[in-house]
């Protein structure tokens, strides 16, 4: 009788996994601005309405949900899902359209604005859109921790680009890059980005473990290391890790 090779039957069961973990403090703020989404494992949105305009938490809200509505929909064109970072501009492009009609409505005539960073998670790679002042970090296998895109901000803070507030224009920042074993993303509105320094992030980061239990750990972590730096703001941190299991 001819037995299979143990080695063999282990590598074929070798499974790549994506876990996150994600949490919110409000700060001393009277709402909740931030919000945070992903739709299985796959695409991941976090959004940062804007303090300046009303209904800012109408705006994250809605902007998320749109992003994870068209990821959803807009992959089944061939087109666009060959073609990634085409992809995230079309879902970008949705959403601000989906925020500057939501204008209109009655009650809603203030004006609404926000911040969004968009990943979609593949086996080997991950691709990524965004616009404002909410930052994505990569922390590699070396240790190295990158933040993808530049805060649209002027010289005096203020955010020169956001969803919802041009109907036409926008442009994202996208980025694609490998996604390998033990990688982590770092998602936070600036809240966090503010108060803390990239020593800090990478060092929680390189701690976070290989379990949804320990990237929460870190995530809480994240959260109060900003807030014992100053932080009063609406506070988000997802933390996103790709880890082999058996």
């Known amino acids: 009788m001819r037995f299979a090779d143990p080695i063999s039957v282990k590598a074929k069961s070798l499974r790549v996994r994506i ?41 994250s809200k809605l902007a998320c949900e749109t992003a994870l509505w068209a990821y959803q929909h807009v992959r089944l064109r061939p087109f666009y ?17 989906t925020l500057w009609q939501k204008q209109r409505e009655k009650g809603l005539e203030g004006g609404m604005a926000t911040t969004l960073i968009t990943c979609i998670v593949g086996e080997k790679s991950f691709w990524a859109g965004g616009v404002g002042d909410s930052r994505l970090y990569h ?22 680009n956001a969803l919802g507030a041009n109907r036409y224009g926008l442009v994202p920042h996208v980025a694609a890059k ?62 996103i890790k790709r880890v082999f299991s058996w």
């Open 19 to 59: 876990l996150f973990a994600a949490s919110q403090r409000q700060g001393t703020r009277p709402t909740q601005e931030d919000y945070f989404a992903n739709y299985n494992d796959e695409c991941f949105a976090l959004a940062d309405g804007l303090g300046g305009l009303p209904h800012g938490e109408v705006a």
């Open 178 to 239: 490998y996604f390998s074993r033990n990688d982590c993303l770092l998602l936070t509105t600036d809240g966090v980005s503010r108060y803390t320094d990239e020593k800090f992030l990478a060092k929680q980061l390189a701690l976070c473990g290989e379990t949804t239990q320990s990237l929460s750990s870190s995530v809480e972590e994240i959260l109060r290391g900003a807030s014992e730096r100053g932080s009063t703001d609406n506070m988000t941190v997802v933390i």
């Open 81 to 97: 899902w060959a073609d990634k970072k085409l992809f995230l501009k079309r879902i970008f492009r949705s959403t601000n359209i």
């Open 139 to 160: 922390l590699d296998s070396t240790g190295k921790l990158t933040s993808l895109f530049p805060d649209d901000t002027d010289s005096s803070g203020r955010l020169t």
